[in-house]
């Protein structure tokens, strides 16, 4: 297995692995379709292997009750999600390093060594092999997924997700069945909050299919998804962007703080500029009018001025 960090660290030809996000409403099919994935995968001679983050961090999926003021418990859960992309990260730098040594206490390290199992095994006639992590959880916020996004960036690695989409009331059919039922209202709160992929928004996303759960999955919807990771393998992301997408925050940033300096100081003078007025005595309809041309005025000033902070570069 030491060949693994030898193999991320270069390939001529394409990745050395790929993650890739499966998102979607709890029930909504994502580990039938990562073991039949996984399956697909064999036949094409890459490791896949799911990471099922409700075996993981136990008991998670209840955690988003209690809405976005517990921010405490917002607050726990990134942190074990962020455990689980190190125990990743950790896997990508040195495969041998094993999870005893990290002391990450954060996830269930029996469920954690037993995913990773059959990457490490015998079972593959290669290391040179593409690797495959197939992230299995709900994923409703984009920022969850961008965060797997960072880390595939960092190592160079494919990514790709796939929005499992089905109808509420199909997920709820097949929540009876589960081992682990989700409560009502969970799934409620997490219809409400999902938003998937939008490659047209977020550029990042590019890389994203739906697929329709509600009914079976068919033939060709795997075979979607298999050309989906084949193209992701094939153009793994670059660390470079990495920079530039930082210095855009910081510009932005910038102009969003000087721009708020420049509408406090303007809103001091039209207020000043206003009480001159009243003491003239003017009509109330050109008090009104004044208002509004030196609220124009403001606004005019503070986009231009927007404009020409984001230009400068
Ligand atoms: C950890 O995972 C193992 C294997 O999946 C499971 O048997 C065990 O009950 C889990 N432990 C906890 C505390 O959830
Ligand atoms: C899921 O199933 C359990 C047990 O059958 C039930 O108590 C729960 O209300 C169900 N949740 C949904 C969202 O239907
Ligand atoms: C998904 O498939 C089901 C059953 O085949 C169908 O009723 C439903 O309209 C489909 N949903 C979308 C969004 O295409
Ligand atoms: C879906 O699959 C299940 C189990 O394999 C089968 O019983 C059912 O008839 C299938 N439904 C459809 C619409 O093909
Ligand atoms: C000032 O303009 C903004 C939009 O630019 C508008 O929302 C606001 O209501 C205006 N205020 C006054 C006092 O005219």
Redesign the pocket.
Known sequence: MRDMAAAVAGRADGAAGCLCVLCGLPAAGKSTLASRIVCAAAEQGWRGIVVPYDNLIPEHAFRIKGGEDSQDMHTEWKSHRRAVLQCIQQFLEDPDVRMEQQSCSLINNTAWEKCIQSLTSESFPSDEAPFLFLLDDNFYYPSMRYEVFQLARKYSLGFCQIYL?C?LESCMRRNHSRSQPIPADVMMEMAKRLEPPNPEKNSWETQSLSI?T??NLSKCDIQRVMDLISSALNNPLSAAEDNTEQKEADRQKCANSVVHQADQACRRLISEAMKTAKDYQITSEDMRSLATHLNESKAGLLHHLRQQLLQEA
């Open positions: 989409q109808d329709n509600s009914s």
